[in-house]
């Protein structure tokens, strides 16, 4: 086996299929990237039985072959190489890599215990990389923590027509963000299934330049969803569970309707809450007189501001929040301001994001949050 490639080269696609490794293995061979070298290209792939990732990238190829080396340890060596074509071969059981004037040597693992890459499933249609990934992060936001409740860690994939709804709760908020899709192929029956939460933020990310993305759905037997951009492939295993439904959940009876602009909110939200103690709330006092003021703390250290807002359906109206959750929430939107549809103490809040021109509700993402019972 032996290749030149462009070390910048090298590097992307070995941190692109490095996104698969797991922190910590008991099977070393699982720790390992998968070169494979043929005439004019280079395959990179990692797999560790959860996700895999596997990107295809241009190289000089002069003898063909695979080679399995340690994937963190190439990671760190195609950082510090210098900028320079990088002659890579096999030599007995020593990979080399040689640019610049640098040269390394790196112990080789067996490939014949590498398990196979999961066979793609079917892709289901298009979404477009930069909103897809900037849909996983609003909702993201919502997926509990608590890996013991697996389900409640992932975002729900609804693919259904010409919209993909993508969701996630712990329980105390709820995420809800819709965008646009392009089916494809002659399936089209709505499915819906549970990704692992943070992997996908990972994933979104690093195809959000990629333009249109494909994804593919196998919800039966393996439980694979597919992605595919720009020459880069990965998968994950889907969680088992669903989240509750948030139809009944959105439907608020009656709400009181406050409008307020998002960013000095946001803002006004880290100020007060510096003097908020662990776990205890942030209130907010909407008045129908055009302000809502924020308050937050106990006995010696408070704080408080006051802001320009409006108030419809009463004449006043009193809620409290986890400040985090409710900062969270506010910089999930990207809308000029923000609506807060209101029950009372206690009880059920959504968010929705407010185009400032028009005060037009933008229904493509809503984050329900509960609000806290005991008003400080």
Known sequence: MEFRIERGVLADAVGWAARSLPARTPVPVLGGLLLDAREGR?????????ASADIEVAAETSTPGQVLVL????VDICKVLPDAMVQCALEGARFTMDGGGTRFGLSTLPTQEYPALPELP??????DGA???????????????????PALTGIQVRLDGNSMTLAASD????????????????DCE????????RRLTEISRSLAKSGPIRVGLNGSGSGLIAFEGAGMRTTLRLLEGRLPRYTELFALDSPAVAVAQREPLADAVRRVAVVAEPNSPIRLDFSAQGTVLLQAGYEDDVASQQLAATLNGADAMAVAFNPTYLLEALTSFTTPQVRFELLGPG??????????GDHMMRD?????????????
């Open 42 to 50: 280079l395959r990179v792939s990692g797999f560790d039985y959860e």
């Open 131 to 149: 909103e897809f990934a900037a849909a996983v992060g609003q909702v993201m936001i919502a997926a509990s923590r608590d890996d013991t409740l």
């Open 364 to 376: 493509e993402h809503r984050h329900l949050l509960m609000s806290v019972r005991q008003l400080s």
């Open 171 to 186: 329980r105390y908020r709820y995420a809800v963000r819709t965008l646009s899709w392009k089916p494809e192929g002659a």
């Open 122 to 127: 079917a892709w289901r249609g298009v979404v």
């Open 190 to 197: 709505a499915v819906e299934v549970v990704v692992p939460g």
């Open 347 to 356: 009880q059920r809040a959504m968010l929705s994001g407010v185009s400032g």
């Open 71 to 74: 994937g963190r340890r190439l």
